[in-house]
């Protein structure tokens, strides 16, 4: 083999090494960023359902004050009447 076949060849072997380099490289910041993705969806997750919970909360608190108020406005009308306002 030529001198000149034999520097082609360890030209080429230190690219496809360099080129390695970078493949590792880029597959470890794929992992990285899966990782946060993966981390932000738990914590998004976990707010919204936490969230969910507030505002089934306050559904339910509106709907028990919407009742008391008709009730006042019952009260309120039947004494109306009684005093005959």
């Not at 919204?48 to 009730?71: P, W, Y």
């Amino acid at each position: 083999m030529s001198d000149e076949t034999k520097e082609i060849l360890n030209a080429i072997l230190h690219r496809l090494d360099s080129l390695d380099a970078k493949v590792e490289g880029v597959q470890n910041e794929v992992i990285s960023i899966k990782t946060e993705l993966t981390q932000f969806r738990s914590e998004t997750n976990e707010r919204f359902n936490h969230i969910d919970r507030q505002f089934r909360l306050f559904d339910s608190d509106t709907d028990m004050l919407n009742k008391k108020v008709a009730e006042h406005d019952k009260d309120i009308h039947r004494l109306k009447q009684a005093q005959g306002i």
